[in-house]
């Protein structure tokens, strides 16, 4: 039996776009090519409809066919771009929405981010 999870004769890839406002986009897809033009039509995630995205700035194959895999490196990476640029200027896997704190509280709850005191 294959698992649900597993996207046969697909492989996962991750992608970081910069966007206009100087923040920044973690995403992942089957279809690269599909969905770069989703973003500069703003029919991609909400993050770059309001921030449209300047270029791309690393593309990764994944090697997985496993959502559930890929969404878990889309966090880790998300969060690496958090450490770097900081949590306000990045978005993206479970971190994606464009209230900072939702943002915070899915950091926390994803156990991503310690806080030493309330965020908000």
């Known amino acids: ?8 004769g ?8 910069e966007l206009e406002s100087g923040c920044f986009y973690v995403g992942i897809t089957t279809q690269l090519v599909k969905r770069m033009p989703q973003h500069e039509e703003a029919k991609g ?10 270029r791309l700035l690393e593309w990764e194959d994944l ?7 890929a ?22 896997g479970h971190f994606s ?6 943002v915070e509280r899915a950091l926390q ?3 991503k981010w310690v806080f030493t005191s309330n965020p908000l």
């Not at 039996?1 to 046969?8: D, E």
């Not at 969404?71 to 993206?92: K, L, P």
């Open 97 to 102: 929405e464009c209230d900072q704190g939702r």
């Open 10 to 17: 697909k492989q996962w890839s991750l992608y970081v776009l």
């Open 45 to 54: 995630a909400a993050r770059t409809k309001r921030h449209p995205p300047v």
């Open 71 to 92: 969404e878990a490196m889309e966090d880790d990476q998300t969060v690496r771009w958090m450490q770097r640029h900081g949590r306000e200027r990045v978005r993206g």
């Open 63 to 69: 090697r997985t066919g496993d959502i559930r895999a």
């Open 1 to 8: 039996m294959v698992s649900r999870t597993v996207n046969i």
């Open 109 to 111: 709850r994803h156990k």
